[in-house]
Nanobody, 123 residues
Framework: QVELVESGGGLVQPGGSLRLSCAASRNAFSANTMAWYRQPPGEPRDLVASITRDGYTTYDDSVKGRFTISRDIAERTISLQMNSLIPEGTAVYYC?????????????????WGQGTQVTVSS
C-alpha cells in the first residue's frame, strides 16, 4: 500500500517554529512534485508550498520568507520549516505527492495525500 506519513505537528506559541516532515512509503520508487497544503477549521484546503523534482519551489504569499520547503530525492521525503508562526497558521497540514510505483513492467504515477498533522499556533 502506497502512503505518505507526516510528522512534526503540535502546539506552538506565536513567533515560534515547527518543522513538518513527510515520507513516502518504500513501494513508491520515486516522487515528482511534492507539496504541503493546509486546511484551517471551516475553510478549504489550500496550497502552502510545493517543490518539483528539480528543486523548483513555490510558496503561498502568506508564508513567503517564513516557511521553507525542502526535499530528499533519494529518501522520497519533504520537510516544511515554519518560522515566525502566527495564529492564522493554525490548521491541519497535509502532504501531497505524485508518486511512481511499478507493477511488473508497468510504471504508474498517481497523486497521494497524507493523513494530515495538526498545527496549532496559540499562546
Amino acid at each position: 500500500q502506497v502512503e505518505l506519513v507526516e510528522s512534526g505537528g503540535g502546539l506552538v506559541q506565536p513567533g515560534g517554529s515547527l518543522r513538518l516532515s513527510c515520507a513516502a512509503s518504500r513501494n513508491a520508487f520515486s516522487a515528482n512534485t511534492m507539496a504541503w497544503y493546509r486546511q484551517p477549521p471551516g475553510e478549504p484546503r489550500d496550497l502552502v508550498a510545493s517543490i518539483t523534482r528539480d528543486g523548483y519551489t513555490t510558496y503561498d504569499d502568506s508564508v513567503k520568507g517564513r516557511f521553507t520547503i525542502s526535499r530528499d530525492i533519494a529518501e522520497r521525503t519533504i520537510s516544511l520549516q515554519m518560522n515566525s508562526l502566527i495564529p492564522e497558521g493554525t490548521a491541519v497540514y497535509y502532504c501531497d505527492a505524485d508518486l511512481r510505483t511499478r507493477k511488473g513492467w508497468t510504471t504508474y504515477e498517481n497523486n497521494y495525500w497524507g493523513q494530515g498533522t495538526q498545527v496549532t499556533v496559540s499562546s
